[in-house]
């Protein structure tokens, strides 16, 4: 497998510097420069930054720009950025299987989402199989190929809201939907410099559909592998953790959680929590660009609350209640707690 390193040697782009977090500098030659430091490079998942223009793209691109030429289909086939899963634990489906989604979209016509939108994201109900009576979404990987499903459920009846296909932990749901040869929400992470992290799909197309298309969903309430590794290639200067503002502070837990584990990779002062108006942003769609406005939430606030629930859980299940959720702080959620009680 041809790694960034190797691609960048064959069309002559020589490395000025590196670091121990695998980013490397070179001279952005395929526009005339001759900064030595004027664009850098993650050696993991080949994207590439140049300074001085404000530019941020995959390596495909740097390829193109550098030798005018498009990467081989060889390289292309063997080069695998550390945010995509191995193609032997990988399974693809034939985009003919979405003819057998029944393009019935009136459930998200209800909650007032667009014909437009549901296009893009190229859904449809399905009627047999283990999605049957869900409303299905395929999720593609970066070379247009079909990695799994996520179903919804339409029908009110199920105990399960969303059930999936393939592996869900290596979903970059929409990320790659394409549009006129264009990944609108990839473009939108990397024009923003900013990434919405929500909880589920539902909330993700809604965003869209208001416009705000810098957002991806955790598909449930944990940050995968896969998610973190796209996060590192991508290097945004925000990300915001999204999730709904339960009664029962399962959202509120896992915003924190996911904060503390984040915070491995990124400054705190990268991260951000910051609650939907009413319990998720899907169904309170019209108030989407208005939450954009609304401050984030005080992180050490959220961590001394979750804290107070763990501890209340904690009681309640000596006392021998029958109590769901965490009853301790995780060591990385309690380090993160002390350092931003100490800021």
């Known amino acids: 497998m041809s790694s960034v390193r190797e691609i960048l040697n064959q069309i002559g782009i020589k490395i000025t510097s590196e670091n121990d977090s695998g980013f ?44 005018g030429e498009e990467l081989s289909e060889q390289d292309l086939k063997q080069y695998q950025p550390i945010w995509e899963p191995k193609e032997k634990e990988q399974d693809y489906w034939s985009e003919d299987c979405l003819l057998e989604l ?46 799994g499903f996520t179903g919804r459920d339409i029908t009110g009846e199920a105990k399960v809201k969303y059930k ?43 965003c869209y559909d208001e416009g705000v298309k810098n957002v991806l969903p955790t598909m449930g309430l944990n940050v995968s592998k896969t998610m973190i590794s796209f996060l590192i290639g991508s290097n945004p200067s925000k990300i915001t953790i999204t999730y709904n503002k339960d009664n029962n502070g399962a959202g509120q837990d896992a915003a924190v959680k996911n904060f503390a584990k984040l915070s491995e990779h990124f400054d705190l002062d990268v991260l951000e929590i910051k609650y939907p108006i009413g319990n998720d942003l899907a169904e309170n769609k019209e108030k989407i660009k208005e939450w954009l406005d609304l401050p984030a939430e005080s992180a050490i606030v959220e961590f001394r609350n979750k804290f107070k629930r763990c501890e209340d859980r904690r009681k309640r299940a000596a006392q021998g209640e029958n109590v769901s959720g965490a009853k301790k ?15």
Not at 120 to 139: E, I
Not at 191 to 204: F, R, T, W
Not at 329 to 343: P, V
Request: glycine share 10%; aromatic share 10%; charged share 20%.
């Open 24 to 67: 490397a500098q070179f001279c952005p030659i395929y526009r005339g420069s001759s900064d030595p430091q004027g664009a850098s490079i993650c050696l993991n998942s080949g994207w590439t930054t140049d300074w001085s223009q404000d530019e941020r793209f995959p390596l495909e691109v740097l390829v193109k720009r550098v030798t």
């Open 102 to 147: 029944l393009p019935n979209h009136t459930y998200w016509e209800g909650r007032g989402i667009s014909r437009e939108t549901l296009n893009f994201f190229r859904g449809g109900v399905s009627h047999g199989g283990d999605l049957y009576q869900r409303y299905v979404w395929p999720v593609f990987d970066r070379h247009g190929r079909i990695i």
């Open 164 to 206: 999936h296909r393939g592996k869900s932990t290596n979903f970059l749901f929409g990320l790659f939907n394409r549009e006129n040869n264009s990944t609108p929400i990839l473009n939108s992470i990397l024009e923003n410099d900013h990434i919405i992290l929500v909880e589920g799909p539902s909330d993700s197309v809604a």
């Open 329 to 343: 702080m995780t060591g990385q959620e309690m380090k993160i707690g002390k350092i931003l009680g100490n800021e």
